[in-house]
Each structure stands twice: as C-alpha cells, then as structure tokens.
C-alpha cells in the first residue's frame, strides 16, 4: 500500500524556511497505522493549499539524530516528571544532504517549543564541542537561568525517514516520521510500522489536527527520544509513554550491542 507524499504539489525549502520556519510553535503529535495515515493523507490532499517539501526531485529524507544527557539521563526523567523548564539536546544530521545542526529544544511561557539551532560538523555529530557547549549554557541561562548539568554526552540515536507537508496560508507544518531504529551502547531496536505524524502551527486545533481529531485520531504525548531511551534502557520508568511504547515498537526486546 503506497503511503507515500506523491499526492501534493511541490514546495521547495526556501519558501518553507521564509513563510514557516515555525521555530517556535506548538506541537500535536499522532501515532498512525499506514491505513489511517492514508486516509488522512489524502483528505489533506483535497484540501486547498497543502504541498510537500521537496529537494533535488527527493520528498522524503532520512535522519540521524544523536540525543546527549547525563549519566544518570537528566532530560529523560525531567521529560517524564513532566518538569516545565525541561529541554532537549540533540545533532541532526541530514543524510541525504550531509548537512548537520545542534540543536536546543526549550519550552517558552505557554509550552510553546522554542528550539535554537546552530550549524554543526558532520563528523563532530556524536560529541559536544566547545562552541556547542557554549551555546547550550547560553541558552539555558538565558531559557532558564540554568547551568548546563554535568556530564552531558551522547547516549543514543535515532534514524527515521520523514516528510513534510506545509500550508503556507496557515503558517502550519506537518512532519510524517516512519522507519524508526535506534541504536546505544547497550543494544538496537526497530519500531514497526507506523507513522508519527506532529502538526506544528502557530496554536493547536489548526485544520490539520482537526481534520485528526474528525478521524477519531487523539493527540498523545511521544518523544523520540524518550521512546528511544525506554526501549534501549528498560529499566527506565516510562508510563507517559506507555501507550506509544506499545503500539510503536510492542514487546520489544534491543538487540544487544557487539
């Protein structure tokens, strides 16, 4: 069954980064089997001004990302007590392209996310350089009044392919991410087939997540990152994921490294 983001007409990433970069935003996040992926797909076709990213004649692109925390994962268990001031911290690396970023994800006044990007070396992807450490304390000073905690280094990885959809008029994106594995020093995972779909606009009950919502699709609480950690560490606590946990990637067990 063809899933794909062949149905819109294309944008390129220009007009995306012009009209909706969205660096700050608000995020809904759906976890959809293929068939109801298509379904909503298609509906989003039949709407006026949806189009899909495309560069060099690609729609869809992999991603490698490297996730950093403490010893004891930090992030990971202020992600799942829930924390307000809670952050992320991360390289992407688009493979396709070569291009690499670091990135901080914060969260603003009204849980908006506010992620803050700068321009990295592939090859330094899995460590934190001083420029980066740099920085991360200044946008954690700045987010929080924060030290960045001891200790952080890179824990996992996640690769994924996505696409995206943009409708300019809304000032909205919508990422689809399938083909989810994660790696760490203790073992890999694959997630079955699914698709995470994360509207991203300006404020929540845009078209898009209505559109969802009429589907009988309900917006749950998923990080990749966490979902990564949970599966790879399971001695973790991880009930705000449970339900992502067991439709994504079920009784999965990692394969152990080496």
């Known amino acids: 069954m063809n899933a794909g983001p062949d149905v819109f007409a294309p944008i390129d990433l220009a007009t995306v980064?012009?009209?909706a970069g969205l660096q700050t935003r608000v995020d809904s996040k759906y976890?959809?089997?293929?068939?109801v992926y298509r379904r909503f797909r298609d509906r989003l076709a039949g709407t006026d001004g949806w189009a899909c990213l495309e560069i060099d004649g690609r729609r869809r692109f992999s991603y490698e990302t490297v996730y950093f925390d403490t010893p004891d994962l930090l992030t990971y268990r202020e992600h799942?007590?829930?924390?307000?001031?809670r952050f992320k911290v991360?390289?992407?690396t688009y493979a396709d392209s070569g291009e690499?970023?670091?990135e901080?994800?914060?969260?603003g006044s009204r849980q908006g996310t506010i992620k803050q990007r700068l321009p990295y070396r592939p090859a330094d992807a899995g460590r934190l350089t001083g420029e980066a450490l740099v920085f991360l304390t200044e946008t954690l000073r700045n987010a929080y009044?924060?030290?960045?905690?001891?200790?952080?280094?890179?824990r996992l990885r996640t690769d994924y392919r996505r696409h995206t959809l943009v409708n300019l008029a809304e000032t909205a994106r919508v990422t689809v991410d399938e083909d989810l594995s994660c790696v760490s020093g203790t073992g890999t995972a694959a997630a079955r087939r699914m698709f995470l779909v994360e509207v991203k606009a300006a404020r929540a009950g845009g078209p898009a997540d209505r559109l969802l919502w009429g589907m009988g699709a309900r917006p749950l609480s998923v990080s990749k990152y966490c979902l990564a950690a949970a599966v790879l560490f399971p001695w973790l606590h991880a009930?705000?994921?449970s339900r992502a946990l067991k439709e994504w990637f079920g009784p999965v067990r990692p394969t152990p490294a080496g």
């Not at 799942?80 to 001031?85: D, L």
């Not at 009044?145 to 890179?154: E, F, K, L, N, Q």
Request: net charge positive; with cysteine; charged share 30%.
């Open 104 to 107: 901080v994800k914060t969260k």
């Open 80 to 85: 799942r007590q829930g924390r307000r001031r």
């Open 90 to 92: 991360r390289t992407r």
């Open 31 to 35: 976890l959809l089997t293929p068939a």
């Open 17 to 19: 980064v012009d009209a």
């Open 100 to 102: 690499c970023a670091f």
């Open 239 to 241: 009930n705000p994921w």
């Open 145 to 154: 009044g924060r030290d960045v905690p001891p200790g952080m280094a890179a």
